[in-house]
């Protein structure tokens, strides 16, 4: 096994010492004092969707994220066959392929399994499921199949990405590729959460630009709720005010639970 | 086949059920499973290329358990290892950063440029020994990889003979994206990239001499993607599907809609008769594709087609994935949607819920619409709010999802789409040139405007 494909293979997308996600805004933390810890995110690289951006809406079969990983998923056996012992020609020359890929299919089928086995279809339970073996495996594969062999009444494509409520914007702003958003009354979404998604859905004008496809985002985009009745989600664009806004934005839960921040202690 | 589970340096009443039922799926799922078989729950061909193979899947498996795990205990919120690591338990060890791992492989002696990779790639010989794309040596054998890239590189690399070095400073050394257009229109790599109205001469050519023929699905096929690559926009509409389809073109299609409906289910083991040669393209005595939406046909989308304008109708996806003919209405349209007055018969099959249509006819068929657009190389038509065949506006309009940024180019998006190339024009070469007139950069929905020489996807709706 390559050195960089067991890295892969050992983390999803956590980076410990970095002072940055890609997904967040939360910075490491670092305390030292009667013993030191070290605060930060544990989560998936998609915290919202059932599959990972690599994977969705590629009609086929998989998206890969770089050029030179066609030639790795035509030899059908990745990562697998990077363990010769004496690669030769593409393997040899490009350890570091398919890294991205491999931690994408390790975070799907994580996904999956969770999905098959967890109550609520996998949502904040931590509860083992009543179903038989054969409904599990039914759900599981339903997780990993190309698009167009998806069963779409079967979970997770039947239910899981649908909202569980929806708030009003009524002013919004983006500022650094960071949208505001003001609702009124109250979004409602629970600081004791941390895996809410909103899917915006404004009607008018350069409000629209806000708005959330769900070609690419299905079950929305994750959210950082900054008190009751504001929330901010990262959102590339212009920097802009609107004052006032038109349209609801629908509430989603994606993949994490009252918290899923991992503590690092060391006494 | 024996897993190698990681140990869980945490434990709780809830983890530890759900490691016990995680590793139990597992055994089931990898028991059940057989590479490239059609074997139960699902075929290994139906799975993303990852998970096709029964070793990769273990390894995914064995990997995800201590992350699941590592939620589901997160999750469960009680105390002790799992919320509170010991530095040596986490299940995130050091890790390299990107620029670390780049640095780290460079270090290594790899380098990471096209002509490196290529390089070496040409100069790899097949795993027996044999040489790498030797494809007529092939013969009809799907068993080797290289048989399987002989499709890929048809053309970019030399048939047989000595794999040479690639050589940038040769002229006469074609690369997969930069001979393109060089071999046909002699323009320089700039000249390729940018959007050029001589990238419809090809089509413009073909979709003449389709002009000429009686047959509506070819003169559709070209006239549609004229159509688009012109830039025309709107909502083609019988009048319109007529004049570029021929007279009729509309009822041609209804009663192909009507009898590919109802083509009954079929597995992968069903062999075609001689009447699915003239109707359906299949050759006798052959395994026929199962079709797409559970072994059938049709998609139920909806048993109330009034958001549609038709009452009392259903609305349904017509798959054609699985339709050989050529052309046929799997050129013209691909998959699309057509409703109805709610009199064709339906059924459940029971085996898995699925509802399909048993009879109709095309005076059943009210309506067929579909959005004639390329979501990956091209351009995109968003319908989060409205539905295939209505009116659109430009800000509706978007890049395809291969274009992730403003520096990919034509070529670049097609280059990924390679994987899914197939032959003659309407595989490979139509796609360069849709890719050519949508031009270099992403445009996000809302920036979409109107060019000389820039295609524009457009919508179709037919009423009946």
């Known amino acids: 096994m390559r050195t960089t494909h067991l890295y892969a293979f050992n983390n999803i997308t956590l980076g410990l010492g970095t002072t940055e996600f890609v997904d967040e805004n939360q910075e490491t933390l670092v305390a030292v004092g009667s013993s030191f810890r070290i605060m930060d995110i ?37 990562p697998i066959d990077l363990s010769f012992s004496n690669p030769v020609g593409m393997g040899s020359t ?31 339970s931590s509860t083992v499921g009543i179903a038989s073996t054969f409904g599990r495996k039914n759900v599981f594969f339903n997780c990993l199949v190309k698009k167009e062999y998806r069963g779409i009444g079967t979970e997770p494509w039947g239910t899981w990405n649908e909202p569980v409520g929806v708030c009003t914007p009524t002013s919004i702003s983006r500022s650094n590729n960071v949208a505001i958003v003001t609702t009124t009354p109250a979004h409602g979404m629970s600081t004791s959460y941390d895996d809410w998604g909103i899917s915006m859905n404004l009607n008018t004008g350069v409000a629209t630009s806000f708005n959330i496809s769900t070609h690419f985002s299905p079950n929305g985009v994750p959210v950082t709720i900054i008190d009751a009745n504001t929330f901010s989600y990262k959102d590339i664009g212009i920097n802009t005010s609107i004052s006032s806004v038109v349209g609801i934005a629908s509430i989603h839960v994606g993949w994490g639970g009252t918290s899923n921040n991992m503590r690092i202690l060391v006494l | 086949m024996t897993f190698n589970w990681p140990d869980i340096p945490f434990s709780g009443t809830e983890v530890d059920a759900f490691v016990v039922e995680y590793k139990a799926l597992a055994e089931a799922i990898i028991n ?139 002229p006469d050394e074609p690369t997969p ?61 019988n009048y319109e599907w007529n004049l570029i389809g021929g007279t009729m073109a509309d009822e041609w299609i209804r009663n192909t809609t009507s009898a590919w409906a109802q083509a009954p289910k079929k597995t992968r083991y069903t062999n075609a008769g001689v009447n699915d040669l003239f109707e359906y393209g299949f050759i006798p005595g052959q395994p026929i594709p199962n079709h797409e939406f559970n072994g059938y046909t049709v998609q139920l989308v909806s048993s109330n087609s009034s958001a549609y304008g038709v009452s009392g109708g259903r609305v349904w996806i017509l798959s054609t994935k699985s339709m050989i003919k050529f052309p ?42 579909d959005d004639y657009d390329f979501d990956d190389y091209g351009w995109k038509l968003l319908r989060d709010l409205d539905l295939p065949g209505d009116d659109f506006d430009n800000d509706q309009i978007q890049s395809g999802f291969l274009y992730t940024d403003d520096t990919i180019t034509p070529c670049n998006a097609v280059d990924q789409e390679g994987t899914q190339v197939g032959q003659g024009f309407y595989g490979g070469t139509s796609r360069w040139i849709v890719a050519n007139t949508h031009g270099t950069g992403r445009t996000v929905a809302g920036d979409y405007t109107d060019a000389l020489c820039k295609s524009k996807p457009f919508a179709i709706k037919l009423t009946f």
Not at chain 2, 132 to 155: E, K, Q, R, V
Not at chain 2, 210 to 236: Q, T
Not at chain 2, 343 to 369: C, F, L, M, V, W
């Open chain 1, 42 to 78: 544990h989560n998936f690289a998609d915290r919202m969707n059932v599959d990972h951006p690599l994977s969705r809406n590629w009609r086929d079969g998989y998206q890969l994220d770089t050029a030179e990983q066609q030639y790795m998923a035509l030899m059908e056996y990745f």
């Open chain 1, 94 to 124: 490009t350890p570091n392929v398919g890294t991205k890929t491999i931690q994408a299919a390790v975070e799907n089928v994580s996904k999956a399994m969770m999905i098959a086995i967890l109550d609520n279809h996998g949502k904040r």
């Open chain 2, 32 to 170: 059940d499973m057989d590479d490239y078989s059609d074997v139960h729950p699902v075929a290994a061909f139906k799975l993303k290329t990852p998970y096709q193979s029964k070793q990769n899947l273990k390894l995914y498996l064995e990997y995800g358990l201590l992350y699941s795990a590592f939620i589901v205990k997160q999750r469960a919120g009680n105390s002790g290892p799992g919320t509170d690591f010991e530095l040596g338990n986490s299940p995130v060890g050091p890790i390299f950063g990107e620029d670390q791992a780049q640095d780290f492989a460079e270090r290594l002696g790899c380098t990471f440029t096209k002509e490196s990779i290529e390089c070496s790639f040409r100069n790899s010989p097949d795993f027996d020994g044999s040489q790498l794309m030797d494809c007529g040596s092939y013969g009809s054998s799907f068993s080797s990889t290289s048989y399987n890239l002989c499709d890929f590189f048809d053309g970019y690399f030399p048939p047989e003979g000595e794999p040479s070095l690639a050589d940038p400073d040769d």
């Open chain 2, 177 to 237: 994206c930069n001979d393109f257009w060089g071999k046909i229109l002699n323009k320089s790599e700039q000249d390729q990239e940018d959007p050029n109205c001589l990238a419809k001469a090809l089509p413009f050519l073909a979709s003449l001499f389709a002009s000429f023929s009686g047959d509506p699905a070819l003169r559709l096929m070209y006239g549609l993607l004229m159509h688009y690559l012109n830039g025309y926009g709107g909502v083609v509409d």
């Open chain 2, 328 to 369: 046929s209405i799997k050129n013209v349209l691909g998959n699309y949607t057509f409703v109805t007055d709610g009199n064709e018969t339906i059924a459940t099959d029971p085996d898995n819920g699925h509802t399909y249509i048993t009879s109709i006819s095309s005076s059943n068929i009210k309506q067929i619409r």
